[in-house]
């Protein structure tokens, strides 16, 4: 959840720690920190709330001067948002200074043991706890800062990256990693640290990507040192080459990364179908599936595994599917997954879902997964990433960087994928009709055009729209069929950036309880298109219309009778049920976009949430 981020060469560390810490907020913006070092000590600086806020509170950036310093921008666990809990946390003795993403879920046991040896802590946090943990046994076995680190985190239970420096070293960092992401940013006498690379993609694109259970020691003018935590096994490192354009993760003309995410959406969508459907002859090509027909033709059930929104996506996946191969498909929360005894067969193929490849509940569940001897098949976004390393086989989305923390493209690239995937497999397993499988290969060709088509709808209609509704205390979605996780994914996006409550319901179960929340200042987004149950979706219509419900219909080109009955309608290209979602789900995060920012909101950073969930 949590950004990290460090320097060690003989550039200035200040401006890359506060640039780089700019572009890591979008893992947490509760408080920040930095320390710089030099021969003479180090400073300190922490504050609640964003980086702009530590900003002001260092007078004299010019005269911060050290070439080695780490920082951190904190999504709180252990403690409330303030100065004191914010990062770096100092050891007792103010010698070791240490910054953490993670959960330390022993802390509180090593806490009663540091106290009963006379450590005293200023903070709430797992991290003091840490950095105290690892002085105690340096100074208790006269030991190497590296092997104070090692030793001690073979103690610890939790999800970490660390970077600890030393005061009366500070030419040296040492930084490990078990559980949350950390990157090594690599030049010829410097050494760049970060949650993910983007922060050092102004110095360096050769990257490596620590293991868990890995630990590195960096020090000036020397090689990188890279060892098992658990065996100080000395290891070789493997750097890669970053891929990566530097205007991905800049705004360019739009006010936010999620609107400048959303209007990407034809681009991502026909990047993740590049190299993978033929123009030509309707051939679809998915590596990971081509290496592994067998296994998929014969599997007996699939279990897709994911969060959030991906979870939404994977409820669409579910319906694709098991439509298109006929193979049984259940789809689960991570959390959920791991925290019960799953019956997993080594027949089955189990799909695990993630944007970032870093989400702590999914990975989880790809090594419970794993253990049970299932198939494991990863779609992830972030190459290189801990998801992307550990599954059997897998696919990437091809979205690119996604900075805004309410997902968008991510989405519409993980559906685009599922398509492929249900496509591809029920050709081989022969449960679709040459037929109808020419007929959706052809249409998903069209897809990013038809999803620009919809981004061009009137925008002063929703603009319009969210005026009306942007007071409102409640919002209800109802879809049917395969647009029942699009109205989910409508609240959710509704929830996440404007602080609207919000509920998505299947159009049918409104009838079963939520009728009762209906009158005339409740607005219900109700996505009506004309090849899902249609005429059950006007009697819904009907229903909430005879209570005074205020309707929003999401409907197709051409549709007269749900635009007859609806008091707002929002138009949507004509296309196959199947594919439906990757275009209707367009107007939901756009409502959301403009009725956040009616109210104000940071969109980009909504309170509470961070973009990649490394902690449960």
Not at 190 to 198: G, T
Not at 210 to 224: C, H, P, Q, V, Y
Not at 391 to 408: K, L, N
Request: hydrophobic fraction near 40%; aromatic fraction near 8%.
């Amino acid at each position: 959840m949590c950004g990290i981020i460090g320097y060690l060469g003989y550039r200035e560390a200040y401006p890359i720690l506060i640039n780089g810490l700019k572009k890591l907020e979008y893992r947490g913006y509760d408080s920040s920190g930095i320390a710089i070092f030099c021969k003479n000590g180090y400073r300190l600086y922490k504050s609640k709330g964003k980086v702009n806020e530590l900003k002001k509170k260092i007078f004299s950036p010019h005269k911060i001067k050290g070439t080695t310093g780490i920082g951190h921008t904190r999504w709180a666990t252990h403690g409330i948002p303030d100065d004191v809990n914010a990062h770096p946390h100092v050891s007792n003795s103010n010698e070791l200074i240490l910054i953490h993403n993670g959960i330390i879920e022993n802390y509180h046991a090593i806490k009663i043991i540091l106290l009963k040896n006379g450590f005293t802590f200023k903070s709430k946090t797992d991290t003091e706890v840490l950095v105290n943990l690892i002085e105690y046994i340096q100074k208790k076995n006269k030991l190497s800062l590296e092997e104070a680190v090692r030793i001690s985190l073979t103690e610890i239970v939790g999800a970490y990256s660390i970077a600890v420096v030393e005061k009366s070293h500070p030419e040296r960092i040492v930084i490990a990693k078990l559980g949350s992401p950390l990157a090594l940013g690599i030049n010829e006498r410097e050494f760049f640290i970060a949650s993910d690379p983007i922060p050092f993609l102004d110095y360096t694109k050769n990257v490596l990507y620590l293991k868990d259970g890995e630990m590195a020691i960096l020090s000036k003018n020397k090689e990188l040192d890279l060892r098992k935590i658990l065996d100080n096994h000395k290891l070789s490192p493997i750097i890669k080459e970053l891929q990566i354009n530097l205007k991905e993760i800049e705004k360019g003309e739009y006010k936010y990364f999620m609107l400048k995410e959303i209007y990407e959406q034809p681009r991502t969508i026909l990047d993740t179908l590049r190299g993978r459907l033929s123009i030509t002859d309707g051939f679809i090509c998915i590596n990971g599936i081509e290496f592994n027909k067998d296994i998929f033709v014969n599997a007996k059930c699939i279990t897709i595994v994911a969060c959030g929104t991906s979870w939404h996506a994977s409820l669409i996946g579910e319906y694709l599917l098991e439509e298109l191969t006929r193979i049984p498909v259940e789809v689960e929360y991570a959390s959920e997954f791991r925290y019960r005894n799953p019956i997993l067969e080594k027949e089955d193929i189990v799909i695990v879902i993630s944007q970032s490849g870093e989400t702590a509940d999914t990975l989880a569940a790809l090594n419970l997964a794993k253990k049970k001897g299932a198939f494991v098949f990863g779609i992830c976004n972030v190459v290189g990433s801990s998801i992307a390393r550990n599954v059997d086989a897998g696919a990437y989305t091809h979205a690119g960087p996604e900075i805004g923390v309410a997902s968008t493209k991510a989405f519409t690239a993980q559906i685009t994928v599922l398509v492929l995937l249900a496509l591809k497999i029920g050709k081989e397993r022969l449960s679709i009709t040459e037929s109808r499988y020419n007929s959706l290969c052809q249409e998903l060709r069209s897809i990013p055009e038809k999803v620009n088509k919809t981004l061009k709808i009137d925008e002063d209609s929703i603009k319009e729209i969210s005026k009306i509704y942007s007071n409102v205390n409640n919002f209800l979605y109802l879809g049917r069929g395969i647009n029942f996780p699009v109205a989910l994914e409508g609240a959710l996006k509704l929830k996440e950036i404007s602080y609207i409550h919000a509920e998505g319901y299947p159009a049918a179960e409104m009838k079963h309880g939520p009728i009762a929340l209906i009158d005339e200042n409740m607005p219900v987004v109700i996505i009506a298109t004309k090849k899902g149950c249609y005429e059950k979706i006007i009697g819904n219509i009907q229903e909430i219309k005879a209570r005074k419900g205020k309707i929003i219909a999401i409907v197709n080109e051409g549709d007269i009778q749900a635009s007859m009955l609806a008091d707002h309608v929002i138009k949507v290209p004509n296309i196959s049920e199947e594919l439906s979602p990757l275009v209707t789900v367009i107007p939901l995060q756009l409502l959301a976009y403009q009725i956040a920012f009616i109210r104000g909101e940071n969109i980009d950073q909504p309170r509470n949430l961070a973009k990649s969930v490394t902690v449960e």
